[in-house]
């Protein structure tokens, strides 16, 4: 059995975006990917909705805003370069009425501090911008992009391969064994060995990490988000990206419109607990995810928590009616008949044990392993520069 120098766990754009910066960086070392689907990017990547973020909701100087920062620049110079299309649309996050103008401040604020371009507009500016949205007051991010990340993963599998590296699909992994001088990791492919392994697997990445001997302080939650696409007809209703104010007692952004780089404006999406780590549906079962998650204390308090809005959002999944209201708040002429179903995504949500959601990025190191544990949203966006992060932590075990 040959033994790569780093193998990485998942073919997800964070997985490849690491192996394409460490094949730019050691070029003389041997990389392996494996990836347990017949494809790369089909999951959380194949089912992203393509936003380029601009790092305005983020803490500043957290993880999630430094890296959405610099990942933004690096993934269009990335396309550029590439000839990836992708577009500079802009968004517009709405206040519809004055209840909200204290966390919209809180957001602009944050923007400024993370050097966002944006700009807070009044009513009539809006208008110019979104005739048809319902708003008073509203912060204008013209920076703020659209891409196509399945597309960005394919090129990234493509120039890894072409530097004499492997990606391996049909790879599952069922075991890791650590030995002296490198890791034995067991997949229904067959085995392979590697002096260093880098778990970016998603929304199985604590399984991952348990498995090769970490004891991480989280667990990964599944929540499937739900989406419509509006029919040719009323696509005029959307010039570009509109957003809500978020609520700042929930952890998600809300329903909002999304302009896509192949054409046409997704709606949404809910967030519901999802009854399986790739759960695209509601009849998309696992016992085993489900008593796991059921199960988990932090999961119990934070449902406990949330129990309101969650249940809300379960209504919203089970009653187009519902969905519809929602997205009436900000686009009031959107009617039931606009709306054509779309495929669901599923978000790997890492959880405390204490019930809070860790919103930042999450990386775990032990010997032999790096292990991504928790890499939400602006994941893709950021995903050259998470590369980047991992590579830095790696380089004195590979010089």
């Known amino acids: 059995m040959k033994t790569v120098d780093v193998a990485i766990i998942g073919g997800g754009i964070v997985g490849l975006a690491t192996g394409w910066r460490l094949s730019q960086r050691f070029p003389e070392k041997s990389i392996l990917i494996l990836e347990k689907e017949s494809q790369v990017a089909q999951h959380q990547t194949g089912h992203n909705s393509g936003v380029l973020h601009s790092g305005i909701y983020y803490k500043p100087g957290s993880l999630r805003a430094t890296n959405c920062r610099a990942g933004k620049e690096e993934m269009e110079a990335f396309c550029d370069a590439e000839e990836i299309p992708w577009d500079q649309c802009g968004k517009v996050i709405v206040a519809v009425d004055e209840s909200e103008f204290h966390a919209l401040d809180t957001i602009f604020s944050r923007g400024q501090k993370n050097g966002v371009i944006c700009e807070m507009i009044d009513e009539p500016r809006l208008k110019e911008l979104e005739p048809h949205v319902a708003g008073i007051r509203a912060i204008h991010v ?134 399986a780590r790739e759960g695209y549906s509601n009849s998309h079962i696992n016992l085993r995810d489900m008593f796991e998650s059921a199960t988990y204390p932090g999961f119990l308090k934070m449902a406990m928590k949330y129990w309101k809005t969650g249940v809300k959002e379960m209504w919203r999944s089970l009653s187009k009616p519902a969905f519809v209201k929602e997205l009436q708040r900000l686009v009031p002429e959107i009617k039931a008949e606009d709306l054509e179903t779309a495929p669901a995504g599923v978000r790997a949500q890492a959880l405390g044990r204490d019930g809070k959601i860790i919103d930042d990025f999450l990386i775990d190191e032990s010997d032999r392993m790096i292990n991504v544990l928790n890499a939400p949203s602006p994941a893709a966006t950021s995903s050259l520069r998470i590369g980047t992060m991992v590579t830095d932590l790696l380089a004195p075990r590979l010089e």
């Open 142 to 275: 013209p920076e703020t992009g659209i891409i196509d990340y399945k597309q960005v993963a394919e090129r990234l599998a493509q120039r890894i391969q072409e530097k004499d590296n492997q990606v391996q699909t049909g790879a599952e992994v069922i075991g890791i064994v650590h030995h002296t001088d490198h890791i034995t990791i067991q997949t229904r492919a067959g085995e392979f060995s590697a002096k260093q392994v880098i778990n970016c697997s998603g929304l199985f990445s604590d399984r991952v990490a348990r498995m090769g001997g970490s004891k991480p302080n989280s667990k990964i939650v599944p929540f499937r988000g739900e989406f419509f696409t509006l029919k040719p007809a009323a696509q005029h209703l959307c010039r570009s990206l509109i957003y809500p104010v978020p609520n700042p007692e929930f952890p998600f952004l809300g329903v909002h419109f999304t302009k896509i780089i192949q054409g046409g404006v997704e709606c949404g999406p809910n967030a519901v607990w999802a009854f």
